[in-house]
Each structure stands twice: as structure tokens, then as C-alpha cells.
């Protein structure tokens, strides 16, 4: 199995652009996780899919973040206009049931 | 907020010595997990604890878990320069579903 897929590996945007970041999971897991990661808050869950479905988005900093999971084998986060605080590593995960997480090699967003 | 703190914050040892991190939280746990990231990459499962285990051991690996004192720590011994990463600890709560509360994590360097 090739892992989690994360694209693009990096991304620099200009503030007030749309950003969209894709995951593909591993094939068979049936969770899927976004997290972000700075230096200031560390690793933050944004929001986790269940069979495709949103469970729990709470930590999803604002409006201007959405998440889709249209099937199990893809996912998108979506920055909606884009501000430079947005600038972080964001990381894709993926378990089967409730097992272990098993991580993407995450994309750097850069928002200048 | 859920997050653990571990300490310490940063930690810099000689090939062959052992390394230990320690993690605290704050609410009762079903589990907690300690993840390994190298720099520029994704976080990897090392091995995972459950609450009514005491100790558990991975070849270089050995956790402990107080839940009395709502604790944790990790300990790599004989450690090589490729133990060079950062450590997390991660915390599954009860009543939280299926989401991981990741620490502040411990930088490890393992000079020869």
C-alpha cells in the first residue's frame, strides 16, 4: 500500500486566494483526519470523517474552512479566502475502526 | 483544552545512552499512543498504551502509564542517531470518539 497521499506536497498562495488540499486515504479505513500543525498551537484535529460522513468539526478554525469527503478513497480541505495565519503544515490521517493513525507526509501551506 | 504537555521540551543525548519523555493530560483516557515525526515528514505510530495497562515494551520501547497521576512516559534505550525525531504522545478520551488529543511533543537528538 502506498500510505495516505497527500497533494501538493508544498503550496504558496497570495492572501485572498482559494486554496484546496487533497487526501487519499488507505484503501479500507473507514476514518479520515485533517490536522494542522505550527510551532505556536502544535497538531490541532480541524475535523474527522466516519464512512465518509463529517463526525466532528469543532476545531475548524472558521467559515472560511470546509472539508468533503465525496467517497472513501478522497478528501479535500478547502481555505476559503486564505490569510496568512492560515500558513501551517496540514496533516491527512487515516485509521481502520478505531486503530492507530496512520499519516500523510502533510502539504506546507504558505500564505503570503 | 485536552492537549498534554510533555516534557522535556527538547532533549540531546550521546549514541548508546537512553532517552525519556513524559506526557501529562488532563481527563480520563481509553488510550494513549506515542507517534514519532522526522523532520519534514508525517507522524508514525510507535506504540499504544491501553488504561488498564500498566507498562508495555516495542524492542528499544518501553511506556509506562500512571492514570492515578494522569501520566506517561517513554523511554528508547540504547539510543542511535536515527532516534533523532520528534515525540508526541497522544491521548483517545473517553466519551471524545475516535479523535487523538496530540501533545506538545519532544525534540530528540542523538549526537555520535
Known amino acids: 500500500d502506498a500510505g495516505v497521499i497527500q497533494s501538493p506536497r508544498h503550496e504558496v498562495t497570495e492572501m485572498g486566494q482559494e486554496v484546496t488540499l487533497r487526501c487519499k486515504p488507505i484503501?479500507?479505513?473507514?476514518?479520515l483526519f485533517w490536522y494542522r500543525q505550527t510551532m505556536m498551537r502544535g497538531l490541532e484535529l480541524l475535523i474527522y470523517f466516519n464512512n465518509n460522513v463529517p463526525i466532528d468539526d469543532s476545531g475548524m478554525p472558521e467559515d472560511r474552512f470546509s472539508a468533503k469527503m465525496p467517497n472513501a478513497s478522497f478528501s479535500t480541505l478547502k481555505i476559503q479566502p486564505s490569510e496568512p495565519r492560515d500558513s501551517a503544515v496540514y496533516f491527512c490521517?487515516?485509521?481502520?475502526?478505531?486503530?492507530?493513525?496512520?499519516f500523510g507526509s502533510g502539504t506546507r501551506l504558505t500564505v503570503v | 483544552s485536552q492537549q498534554g504537555e510533555e516534557d522535556p521540551q527538547a532533549l540531546s543525548i550521546q549514541e548508546g545512552e537512553n532517552a525519556t519523555m513524559n506526557c501529562s493530560y488532563k481527563t480520563s483516557i481509553n488510550n494513549l499512543q506515542w507517534y514519532r515525526q522526522n523532520s519534514g515528514r508525517g507522524l508514525v505510530h510507535l506504540i499504544l498504551i491501553r488504561s488498564n495497562e500498566r507498562e508495555k515494551h516495542s524492542g528499544r520501547l518501553r511506556v509506562t502509564l500512571d492514570t492515578s497521576k494522569k501520566s506517561s512516559s517513554l523511554l528508547i534505550t540504547a539510543s542511535r542517531a536515527a532516534d533523532t525525531a520528534s515525540y508526541f504522545c497522544?491521548?483517545?478520551?473517553?466519551?471524545?470518539?475516535?479523535?487523538?488529543?496530540f501533545g506538545t511533543g519532544t525534540q530528540l537528538k542523538v549526537e555520535l
Open positions: 490521517a487515516s485509521s481502520l475502526q478505531q486503530g492507530t493513525y496512520t
Open positions: 497522544a491521548t483517545k478520551h473517553e466519551g471524545g470518539g475516535n479523535k487523538l488529543t
Open positions: 484503501s479500507g479505513h473507514d476514518y
